[in-house]
C-alpha cells in the first residue's frame, strides 16, 4: 500500500502556509522566525494554534486564531499545482494494480479542494486526515491508523513525505520510507538523505522508462 502525504510532495502548496504565516505575525508586528517555523511547521491545525498562542502570547482564542487563518488562505488551494512527475506516477502505480491513499495533516477542505482541482482524488481510495485524530504525523499511530483503516501491514506499507518528522513517525510504524524534496524543509535534505529509504528530489525518478519518454 502507499500512503502518500499531500502538502510539499503530492502538490506545491507549503508556500501557502508560509505566506499564510507570515501576513498573520505581520498583524502583530510580530517576526516570522525558525522557532516559530518549527513549531507549527506539517502540524495539524489545532495544535499549531495553541502553539501559536502560547508561543506569541496572544489573547485570542485558538478557535479565533483558525479562523483568521482560514481567511488568509481563502481559496489558495484552489491554484496551487501539482509537483513535477506526480500525475505520471500515480498513473503508473494505478496501471500496476497498486493501492493509494493519502495520508495528511491538512485541512479538509483545503485537501479535498486542492485533490478534486487537480484531478487526482481519483487515484486513491481513502484520505487519512490526522486532524480528526487529533495527532501529528511524527506520531506512528497516525500512520498505524491508515494501515488499520485499509486492512493491511505496516511493513506492507510504503509512506511518501516532504517532512523529516512525519517520515520518522512512519518508520517507527515500521513503514518503508520515501523522503521528497521540497524546498519548504530543504535544510533537513542531507539528514533525510541518511534516514530515509528512498530519496527523490522529483517523482520524475520513479517513472518507468516508457513514461518518462510520453
Keep these: 500500500m502507499l ?13 501557502v502556509w ?10 502583530r508586528g510580530l517576526p516570522y522566525t525558525r522557532a516559530y517555523y518549527e513549531g507549527v511547521a506539517h502540524t495539524i491545525f489545532p495544535l499549531a494554534a495553541k502553539f501559536t498562542k502560547e508561543f ?3 489573547p485570542e482564542s485558538c478557535e479565533e486564531i483558525m479562523a483568521e487563518w482560514m ?9 496551487v499545482s501539482v509537483k513535477p512527475g506526480v500525475r505520471a506516477y500515480l498513473k503508473q502505480c494505478r496501471a500496476e494494480g497498486r493501492r493509494m491513499a493519502v495520508v495528511t495533516s491538512s485541512v479538509p477542505e ?21 486532524q480528526e485524530l487529533g ?3 511524527k ?25 523529516l518528522a ?13 523522503g521528497v524534496y521540497d524546498s519548504f524543509f530543504s535544510h533537513d535534505e542531507k539528514e533525510m538523505r541518511g534516514f530515509c529509504d528512498v530519496y527523490i528530489k522529483s517523482f520524475e525518478e520513479l517513472l518507468l522508462p516508457e513514461r518518462k519518454r510520453r
Design 166 to 178: 512525519a517520515c520518522r513517525g512512519a518508520r517507527a510504524a515500521k513503514m518503508r520510507v520515501v
Design 135 to 137: 495527532m501529528d504525523k
Design 18 to 27: 508560509k505566506d499564510v504565516d507570515r501576513e498573520f505575525l505581520a498583524r
Design 71 to 79: 481567511l488568509l488562505a481563502k481559496d489558495a488551494y484552489a491554484h
Design 3 to 15: 500512503l502518500f502525504d499531500m502538502d510539499g510532495t503530492l502538490i506545491d502548496s507549503n508556500r
Design 56 to 58: 506569541c502570547r496572544l
Design 110 to 130: 483545503h485537501c479535498h479542494m486542492a485533490l478534486e482541482k487537480l484531478d487526482l482524488e481519483k487515484y486513491f481510495e481513502r484520505i487519512s486526515f490526522a
Design 139 to 163: 506520531l506512528p499511530d497516525v500512520w498505524l491508523a491508515a494501515a488499520k483503516v485499509h486492512g493491511v501491514l505496516p511493513e506492507d506499507c510504503t509512506a511518501f513525505d516532504d517532512s
